[in-house]
């Protein structure tokens, strides 16, 4: 019985001793681990540099990325919403020049290409027949000369004179004086090459000296017009670079030139009317479609780096790898800006590796830092 008592008492103790040990290997353990990690987030140094120190694995949980900081040229970029019109200079309206009726049209269809020279309608008018047979007259006199003392050269070069302001071409006088005989249906052709805009009568109307009939635009330059703040108009000088990019043709782009500022503005209003020209060789363009016109101004050779460095707060920073694990937060000024990129006009150097992500994680646990001032809270994963 006896025996039995010291060998309870001896496993007793064999068991207290295994619970002792365990207990101080996982305390030594967790000494070990919060002192890789105190080591690891390093607190700002004696000079006041706010300094953050990472391991391998906490720069792969930060997803921290580097890049450099480079001197290049750079400008900046504005962009305007603008809309494709027609160049009012040149639009061509053709009128009808004497009263008659429209028998026939030749053109009909907006959006129809039209030549130079090509027939667009003809006519039935009384009054040209009236002036075409005053030609004719003419020429008969000439032929059968009488003792009135009048030179049938001028009268003939004057009846000419008149149909041909009329309209008709040289070619269609020629006809009538071959002939001898007074159209009763003229053709009329069209003076310029372009695209109908516009068609307000249709066949069989009585039209009168005046009445507008054919619009017809040439598009191989057209309008971008687009509206802009006053205090915008300034970037329209210096030579600056405009380009233009369309919705319905991405990826092209087309250089573009300011021709009308609009002198005056509306009561009341901070918005001025711009319109800038683009060739249109190929007629791709087309009035309505919706244009991005890109200004690029204030180019220069400088300092920058990528926008997504940048840490807003009470102060603008951005945090620079000094060493391995080592980063420094820097108090930076910025000059102009892009899309992408950046002035620096102080606060860094080039060659420095600035983080162009993970830049708010590492602002975050710096203000954690500062906040709590717990040693045990410095060693906390991000």
Request: aromatic share 8%; net charge negative.
């Amino acid at each position: 019985m006896k025996r039995n008592n010291i060998i309870i008492i001896a496993i007793g103790v064999m068991v207290l001793w295994g619970i002792f040990l365990t207990a101080a290997c996982t305390n030594d353990k967790k000494v070990a681990e919060q002192e890789e990690h105190t080591e690891a987030h390093a607190a700002p140094d004696s000079s006041g540099k706010e300094i953050l120190s990472l391991t391998d694995q906490d720069e792969r949980h930060a997803n921290i990325r580097i890049d450099t900081v480079r001197t290049k040229s750079m400008a900046e970029f504005s962009t305007v919403l603008g809309t494709a019109n027609f160049d009012q200079r040149k639009l061509t309206v053709i009128t009808s020049r004497i009263r008659g009726r429209l028998d026939k049209l030749f053109v009909r269809n907006p959006q129809q290409y039209v030549r130079e020279g090509e027939p667009i309608y003809a006519i039935y008018s009384e009054e040209l027949i009236a002036y075409e047979n005053e030609l004719l007259t003419a020429i008969q006199m000439k032929a059968n000369p009488s003792d009135l003392k009048v030179s049938f050269d001028q009268l003939i070069e004057a009846a000419r004179k008149k149909l041909f302001l009329l309209g008709l071409t040289n070619f269609q006088i020629e006809q009538i004086e071959k002939s001898g005989v007074a159209s009763a249906l003229v053709t009329f052709y069209s003076p310029v090459s372009g695209t109908l805009t516009d068609l307000p009568v249709s066949e069989g109307q009585y039209v009168e000296e005046g009445t507008a009939m054919f619009s017809i635009a040439d598009m191989s330059r057209l309008w971008i017009e687009a509206q802009m703040y006053v205090n915008e108009l300034k970037w329209l000088d210096g030579g600056a670079a405009i380009q233009a990019e369309f919705d319905a043709l991405p990826g092209e782009i087309f250089t573009v030139v300011p021709v009308f500022d609009n002198p005056s503005l509306e009561a009341d209003s901070k918005i001025s009317l711009v319109r800038f020209q683009v060739e249109n060789p190929t007629n791709k363009l087309r009035p309505g479609m919706m244009a991005y016109i890109s200004i690029k101004r204030n180019e220069k050779k400088t300092m920058v780096i990528p926008k997504s460095s940048i840490v807003v707060g009470e102060m603008i920073s951005a945090w620079v790898k000094t060493a391995k694990g080592t980063y420094e937060n820097r108090m930076i000024q910025l000059g102009i800006q892009n899309k992408k990129e950046v002035e620096v006009l102080s606060g860094l150097k080039e060659g420095e590796l600035i983080v162009t992500n993970g830049a708010y994680l590492l602002n975050s646990e710096l203000i954690l830092k500062k906040g709590t001032g717990m040693p045990g809270m410095e060693g906390m994963d991000m």
